[in-house]
């Protein structure tokens, strides 16, 4: 990954970008030999939707309100519990979550259900469902998501692929990328995308009432072993 002018990016360069540079802001780069800019986002615990928002829109020429990325992943998730499709051994085997799983008498699903709620409701990421939002993302808005990182030797590499279910030759792939020393994600656009002021403010709206009010009648539901 290298600068216009053709020097390497450095990590200490992306942390001074993420650090100094107000939200949405663009950094022109070049990634495998084709122009491309690194878009910063807000760091209140939504990163990855609003990487996933810009990307999407800047691949597709379709803008993507929060609130309908919100909704897709409720959507996907529930359909993904009517046809018990949870991938059931990446939450066993995820070492830190195993001795929770193991120790309740809650239903995977239920587990899932708690966090992804806790993740909309609170914007608490740090939790194993953040690892797998990109395939509800990519299922639902029927897109490939690359997630990648830079390496301390200043490598850039594909941390892991979400394929959408619906295989088609034509699905627009979102690329983002993820900087694991100050656990952020921004997005990769082919192309600049303007965010007036607007617009940001249009991103910063809480949900609607109805749909406000449903999530925090699950977030209430939800188990309360992982209350604490």
Known sequence: MYFPNGELVTQKDLKYFFNHSRPFKALPLRVYDKDQYLINVLPDGWCLL?????????????????????????????????????????????????????????SVEEIFKFFLIRYIHQKHYNSFVLDYIPQLLADYFECNIDIYSYTTDNKLIILNEFKCGKKDDNNLTVSILYCSEFSHFMAFCPKLIKYPLTKLDNIRIDLDDDFYMTVIKLYKNSIFYFKQ
Do not use: H, M, W
């Open 50 to 106: 609003y990487s996933f928002q810009v990307s999407y829109e800047a691949n597709s020429n379709q803008y993507l309100e929060i609130n309908q990325i919100l909704q897709g992943l409720l959507i996907e998730f529930r359909n993904k519990c009517l046809t018990k499709s949870l991938p059931y051994d990446f939450f066993t085997l995820d070492e830190d979550n195993s001795q929770s799983i193991s120790s309740s008498n809650e």
